[in-house]
């Protein structure tokens, strides 16, 4: 008698004990639940203040940019209005690749190093190689200048100095903004601005027939007017 008690006694506090522990653990889950619950609404609210954000940062970057957009204007405004052959919305920079005065190649060079520096698409004229192309400065400039000269936009900026002394104080920069980026070499010409004549093979000369009963000699020599006196014709994409 005294046995089945006791077995009794432990099935009752086994009973208790399984009870107490389902008790525990629905409790448990229900901390759970309502942890998760918490953190969904945080991350709906912080979700929201994102998204509400959004549109203000858009517009303060379109108002920044339309503001660089209306600074660069004033900035090319600046500049005289003097526009070279196909200069409208580009940089038309012309050069010599001449040694003879030192002072005026390494000038060249330091212009080409700061628009290559800028990483735009410029077009390069070397008066020394066209001479079209000296006349075409001389006549935009009203007189015998040198070069370097660098036009943007239709704009006359200068020489090296005034190049480089923009370059200095931040305005070239806001000057070639919106210029094509270069992304390789010409693919024509490869950078060397000018292509060797197919007509001429580089002569500048044509060899053509004349016929003429009184001379033995057939054939004569004629001025290529496919190119220039050094047998060169412009690339087309870079010039």
Same mark, same amino acid.
């Given at each position: 008698?005294?046995?089945?008690?006791?077995?009794?006694?432990?099935?009752?506090?086994?009973?208790?004990? /399984?009870?107490? %522990?389902?008790?525990?653990?629905?409790?448990?889950?229900?901390?759970?639940?309502?942890?998760? =619950?918490?953190?969904?609404?945080?991350?709906?609210?912080?979700?929201?203040?994102?998204? #509400?954000?959004? !549109?203000?940062? %858009?517009?303060?970057?379109?108002?920044?940019?339309?503001?660089?957009?209306?600074?660069?204007?004033?900035? *090319?405004?600046?500049?005289?209005? +003097?526009?070279?052959?196909?200069?409208?919305?580009?940089? /038309?920079?012309?050069?010599?690749?001449? @040694?003879?005065?030192?002072?005026?190649?390494?000038?060249? @060079? @330091?212009?080409?190093?700061? %628009?290559? &520096? =800028?990483? /735009?698409?410029?077009?390069?004229?070397?008066?020394?190689?066209?001479?079209?192309?000296?006349?075409?400065?001389?006549?935009?400039?009203?007189?015998?200048?040198?070069?370097?000269?660098?036009?943007?936009?239709? @704009?006359?900026?200068? #020489?090296?100095?005034?190049?480089?002394?923009?370059?200095?104080?931040?305005? *070239?920069?806001?000057?070639?903004?919106?210029?094509?980026?270069?992304?390789?070499?010409?693919?024509?010409?490869? +950078?060397?601005?000018?292509?060797?004549?197919?007509?001429? &093979?580089?002569?500048?000369?044509? *060899?053509?027939? =004349? =016929?003429?009963?009184?001379?033995?000699?057939? +054939?004569?020599? !004629?001025?290529?007017?496919?190119?220039?006196? +050094? #047998?060169?014709?412009?690339?087309?994409?870079? !010039?």
């Amino acid at each position: 008698m005294k046995g089945m008690k006791e077995r009794l006694v432990k099935k009752i506090k086994l009973i208790t004990t /399984v009870k107490t %522990l389902k008790q525990g653990l629905a409790l448990h889950k229900s901390t759970i639940d309502r942890t998760i =619950h918490h953190l969904r609404d945080e991350i709906v609210a912080e979700s929201s203040q994102i998204k #509400g954000c959004v !549109t203000p940062t %858009l517009l303060e970057l379109e108002d920044a940019e339309e503001q660089n957009l209306e600074e660069e204007r004033g900035i *090319l405004l600046e500049f005289k209005e +003097n526009c070279p052959p196909g200069g409208e919305d580009s940089v /038309v920079f012309y050069t010599t690749g001449l @040694r003879g005065v030192r002072k005026t190649f390494e000038a060249c @060079r @330091r212009v080409r190093f700061l %628009l290559e &520096n =800028h990483q /735009v698409m410029y077009r390069e004229r070397d008066v020394s190689m066209d001479s079209e192309f000296r006349e075409e400065m001389w006549r935009l400039l009203g007189g015998k200048v040198t070069s370097p000269r660098l036009f943007i936009r239709g @704009r006359y900026i200068g #020489g090296a100095e005034e190049v480089v002394a923009l370059n200095e104080n931040g305005k *070239l920069k806001k000057l070639l903004e919106g210029i094509s980026k270069v992304d390789s070499p010409c693919e024509s010409c490869e +950078n060397e601005r000018f292509l060797i004549c197919s007509s001429c &093979n580089g002569s500048s000369k044509l *060899l053509v027939d =004349h =016929h003429d009963e009184e001379s033995s000699n057939d +054939n004569m020599w !004629t001025r290529c007017r496919e190119c220039n006196e +050094n #047998g060169l014709v412009k690339c087309p994409l870079c !010039t």
